[in-house]
């Protein structure tokens, strides 16, 4: 009923630039905190950033001042825009929302994943 579907994703030499996107579709409601999330190899998943529908933020502190998260509540997407890319950013990132949608009968809240996007840093 839901979908995130993400992109932006590749490869990039350290002190360069992506931008990842997200579009949730489906029979939405409502969105309530999008997010992204990242997962290195031998590494556990670890929340890069999140805003919620008010528009607050909120970072890893090891993205602070290189990344920027970023929401149009109109589209119901999320953006991800990562500046000074280091070699440790590489991961495959995973966009994050918790979703109220209408089920046609009720509505419900759940939390889904996207399918995630490689990102590649290289030294």
């Known amino acids: 009923q839901v979908q995130l579907v993400e992109s932006g994703g590749g490869l990039v030499q350290a002190g360069g630039s992506l931008r990842l996107s997200c579009a949730a579709s489906g029979r939405i409601f409502s969105i309530n905190a999008m997010g992204w999330y990242r997962q290195a190899p031998g590494k556990q998943r670890e929340l890069v950033a999140a805003?919620?529908?008010?528009?607050?933020?909120n970072y890893a502190d090891s993205v602070k001042g290189r990344f920027t998260i970023s929401r149009d509540n109109v589209k119901n997407t999320v953006s991800l825009q990562m500046n000074s890319l280091k070699p440790e950013d590489t991961a495959v990132y995973y966009c994050?929302?918790?979703?109220?949608?209408?089920?046609?009968?009720?509505?419900?809240?759940?939390?889904?994943w996207g399918q995630g996007t490689q990102v590649t840093v290289s030294s």
């Open positions: 805003i919620i529908n008010g528009g607050s933020t």
């Open positions: 994050n929302a918790d979703i109220t949608y209408y089920s046609g009968l009720y509505y419900r809240t759940q939390t889904y």
